[in-house]
């Protein structure tokens, strides 16, 4: 089945212990990007890449780390995450080089830091 | 910065009514345009993309694009309960492969 995987699904952590949620898509799609969710404020581009090796920021990078080692995996780093980085994230999959691409989404990582 | 707006609603229509959704855009060279449909909880699914100016349709939905206004609306005709949803507008900017969405109109559809 093509899809979007996300873990962990629900995580709940303390100010300033790293973590880092994983993103994996079995579809050969080059395109992943992170996007943030928050009430008010909608889906927020966090970093995106467009293939191995090649990342780059999107609206609100501030906080965060990447890394496209691999195509299919895109890891989102919180290095030192931080009570304003309590969200719902989700990771996307396209594939790019066609203007009008469609992303598939992961289910979601709901994220609480303390 | 550029900015996808949308009105938050709720946009409340009966059933069997067509609802209206809209959305205005600020990048002038943005190509590619989105509605997105998100249930609460769960991750948004794709319903509709449009990239040339005019109407595009695919079912009872139907997304309509004006450039020179910069503005994407999407209707859905025959509405039903299960419509009940949020609809993200996005915009694939020029030059880059940054998205921006706008922040969602919901909309209940009355049984």
């Known amino acids: 089945e093509a899809q979007v995987t996300q873990n962990p699904r629900y995580l709940i952590t303390v100010t300033g212990k790293k973590l880092t949620v994983t993103c994996s898509q079995n579809m050969n799609h080059e395109y992943m990007s992170w996007y943030r969710q928050d009430p008010g404020l909608g889906l927020r581009q966090i970093y995106y890449?467009?293939?191995?090796?090649?990342?780059d920021k999107g609206d609100v990078p501030e906080g965060y780390k990447v890394s496209r080692k691999e195509k299919r995996n895109f890891p989102l780093i919180l290095e030192s995450p931080s009570p304003n980085q309590t969200s719902l994230y989700f990771c996307?999959?396209?594939?790019?080089?066609?203007?009008?691409?469609?992303?598939?989404f992961g289910p979601g990582t709901r994220l609480t830091v303390l | 910065q550029k900015e996808v707006e949308q009105n938050s609603g709720p946009l409340s229509v009966p059933e069997g009514a067509i609802a209206s959704l809209n959305c205005t855009y600020s990048?002038?060279?943005?190509?590619?345009f989105f509605w997105y449909r998100q249930y609460s909880g769960k991750s948004p699914e794709l319903i509709m993309f449009?990239?040339?100016?005019g109407d595009k349709e695919d079912g009872r939905f139907t997304a309509q694009l004006n450039k020179a206004s910069q503005y994407v609306s999407l209707l859905i005709r025959d509405s039903q309960p299960s419509d009940s949803a949020t609809y993200l507008c996005?915009?694939?900017?020029?030059?880059?492969?940054?998205?921006?969405f706008g922040t969602g109109t919901r909309l209940k559809v009355l049984a």
């Open positions: 890449s467009m293939n191995v090796e090649v990342t």
């Open positions: 996307a999959s396209s594939l790019p080089g066609h203007k009008y691409n469609e992303q598939f």
């Open positions: 990048d002038r060279g943005s190509q590619s």
């Open positions: 449009i990239y040339s100016n």
């Open positions: 996005a915009a694939l900017t020029s030059g880059t492969y940054k998205y921006i």
